[in-house]
């Protein structure tokens, strides 16, 4: 059976994509396609800030863009020998906090030590923050995209944990997603599953794929990778199948194994 995911591909230099491979092991031919495009900005404000640890209690992570956009600045030579000789070490005495596998991964690949991984969602990170950070301390500092959602910032400040946003991407549609989407429709046919990894990903692809689907559309089980993402497909009127346990390529193919079997919940 075919199964659709709506997310960009992992780079091709550190091997096969995870998402793939395990949905493979189920017997599930899976097909990636780029859903969003992401511009990054405020950089050298966020270099300030990371200038400046002394500022701040720690640092929290719920993007992987938000670690790329990091990573962009340490490109530079100048920021790159101010960060490895010694901010980098003055972070990693404060938290680091993050959601998920991936956003750990890069964290770590700019040498901090990451915390919370396995909450999984920004409503489980929270309670995370919360059980470790104390009330009216320096501010978390929060690199983040356009389109964050508020459970994160509402949550931390009904317990007087300050956070400090700073917006370093911007995300819009791809410029081939419809093209993408077309296309896999008229030569793979209808999947049996399409996975969602965020509710940006509802908003920019659904009206494509229940017009590509036609009457068709409910024969096609719906799977997100979490509940903000399953959220916004429920508020779009659509039935969700599964929702990932984690948020990792093991979590989501189980449940998309899970939806696919008859007389699955």
């Not at 920021?79 to 991936?102: F, H, R």
């Not at 956003?103 to 991984?117: K, M, W």
């Not at 409503?123 to 950070?133: D, G, T, V």
Request: net charge negative.
């Amino acid at each position: 059976m075919k199964v659709l995911l709506l997310k960009e591909p992992k780079d091709k230099d550190s091997g096969p994509d995870p998402y793939i491979k395990e949905l493979g092991s189920y017997s599930l031919e899976a097909t990636l396609i780029p859903v969003l495009s992401f511009e990054f900005t405020s950089l050298d404000s966020l270099f300030d800030k990371l200038s400046h640890p002394e500022c701040y209690g720690g640092l929290v992570f719920t993007s992987p863009r938000a670690l790329e956009a990091i990573k962009i600045c340490l490109k530079e030579k100048s920021k790159n020998e101010a960060w490895s000789k010694s901010l980098k070490q003055m972070w990693n005495i404060k938290p680091t906090y993050v959601v998920g596998k991936a956003t750990a991964s890069l964290v770590e690949e700019i040498g901090l030590i990451p915390q919370g991984e396995g909450a999984g969602n920004a409503e489980k990170l929270a309670e995370y923050i919360c059980s470790r950070e104390k009330p009216n301390s320096s501010a978390l500092l929060f690199p983040c995209g356009a389109l964050k959602r508020e459970v994160l910032p509402t949550a931390l400040g009904e317990k007087d944990i300050a956070l400090e946003s700073l917006t370093v991407y911007q995300t819009a549609q791809h410029p081939d997603l419809q093209e993408s989407l077309s296309s896999y429709f008229s030569q793979q046919g209808i999947p049996a599953s399409v996975a969602f990894f965020s509710p940006s990903g509802v908003k920019f692809c659904l009206q494509h794929i229940q017009k590509l689907s036609g009457d068709l559309i409910n024969q096609v089980k719906f799977t997100a990778i979490g509940p903000s993402t399953a959220e916004a497909l429920q508020d779009a009127g659509m039935a969700v199948s599964c929702t990932a346990e984690s948020p990792t390529a093991q979590g989501l193919a189980a449940a998309i194994h899970r939806a696919l079997q008859p007389h699955s919940c």
